[in-house]
């Protein structure tokens, strides 16, 4: 099931805001049923480790009022997925911000679904209008 395959890509990127190397990767790759969903959920992460200081780039030039230094960790890695899996895994935003704030709202503050969801909408917005440009 994809939702918990996101799940999972949310974890590994919250494991690697913190550890540099040797991960665990193969914990949760055995929890997954589907090879589907499995490369899936590898997908999301080569595209984060590919791409991952424009991902906070992104994320933090559209954060108001925050530092990115000063956002939440686990916010942050909810963050991370919705973002690479929008721009480089290609899933339609609707069904990534849906699952993303559902997930914040499982495993981070009462108020970080809001936060998550407006700073997602901001990206959306500014990805959308680059789009217009060309």
């Known amino acids: 099931m994809r939702a918990y395959a996101r799940k999972l890509a949310f974890q590994l990127i919250f494991e690697r805001l913190f550890v540099k190397e040797n991960y665990s ?17 590898k997908e999301i992460l080569a595209c984060y480790e590919q791409n991952k200081e424009s991902v906070q780039e992104l994320i933090s030039s559209n954060l108001v009022g925050y530092e990115l230094n000063r956002v939440y960790k686990v916010d942050l890695a909810l963050l991370c997925e919705a973002v690479t899996e929008i721009i480089y895994v290609k899933t339609p ?11 914040a709202k499982k495993f981070s503050t009462e108020k970080s679904s809001r936060f998550i969801n407006g700073v ?6 500014s990805i959308n209008a680059d789009k217009k440009e060309e």
């Open 25 to 41: 990767d193969e914990e949760f790759f055995a929890s997954l049923k589907k090879e589907d969903d499995k490369n899936f959920v």
């Open 93 to 103: 935003y609707k069904i990534v911000v849906n699952e993303i704030v559902e997930l």
């Open 120 to 125: 997602l909408s901001s990206i959306i917005k």
